[in-house]
């Protein structure tokens, strides 16, 4: 391990995206229910975040809730969103303490108008902050993603404010949810041993160093995060570039 000196963190990826996996398999391991490891999935939340801050992270991006989970269980999908309201009434006041701005993406129509409202609520009140931003991936699908901003990107050329041939990478990804402040990850950590990306971010992944873990989420801890961290200073990050050309 790094001495104090010369921490695993420093300095640390300015972006970090989570698909925080396992809450299920960690409730069934102990003979409980599937809902039990969405509940203590929380805690691994609340100390990856304040981990992540301490450690100079900019912006970190959860993958909270995809488009796929809404087919589980009804009961299961309900816990969920109860737990989601739980966090946004009773975490937001500690997270603008602490200077992070809230952003959320997804297909937010699908969620219930409470919901919604606790959202719109929780993006205003920590706008100005700049110490980190958390993203929250709700109902969120990339490929979705990729289809919206073709769509918007189509009903422009409609309407006459650009050709086809105006069209680039950097404004297709200027119709992405993460536009037009938050950089593409530099690194996507995946706990609980699955090795895939599971439709999360599928365009702003495209050079994030993959880390998986075997750690299921409710275990996962800052050691983790830092664990995770060092293992991404150890890749040799190209670009698609060749060894020495950049």
């Given at each position: ?30 003979g ?111 490929r ?17 404010e ?5 069209i ?59 664990a ?19």
């Amino acid at each position: 391990m790094p001495g104090p000196e010369t921490p695993a963190y420093t300095p640390p990826p300015t972006h970090i995206a989570i698909i925080m996996d396992g809450n299920g398999r960690w409730a069934t391991a102990r003979g409980l229910p599937r809902t039990a490891g969405h509940k203590k999935g929380v805690d691994a939340v609340r100390q990856v975040i304040e981990g992540a801050r301490e450690m100079g992270v900019r912006y970190l991006t959860l993958y909270s809730f995809s488009t796929e989970n809404w087919s589980r269980p009804d009961d299961e999908v309900s816990t969920l969103m109860q737990l989601l309201r739980f966090y946004l009434r009773g975490e937001i006041a500690k997270l603008h303490k602490n200077g992070i701005r809230l952003r959320v993406i997804g297909e937010r129509a699908r969620l219930s108008a409470d919901i919604q409202a606790l959202i719109d609520h929780s993006e205003a009140v920590t706008a100005g902050n700049t110490d980190m931003t958390l993203v929250l991936a709700l109902s969120y699908g990339g490929r979705q993603e990729l289809v919206d901003a073709a769509r918007r990107l189509a009903q422009a050329v409609e309407r006459g404010e650009l050709t086809p041939g105006d069209i680039t990478a950097d404004s297709f990804a200027g119709q992405l949810s993460t536009a037009p402040d938050i950089p593409d990850p530099d690194l996507m950590i995946r706990t609980s041993g699955e090795k895939r990306i599971s439709n999360f971010l599928l365009w702003q992944l495209a050079y994030a160093e993959l880390v998986f873990v075997d750690t299921l989420w409710p275990d996962f801890t800052k050691r983790d995060l830092e664990a995770s961290i060092q293992e991404y200073h150890r890749r040799d990050r190209r670009f698609g570039a060749t060894v020495g050309s950049r």
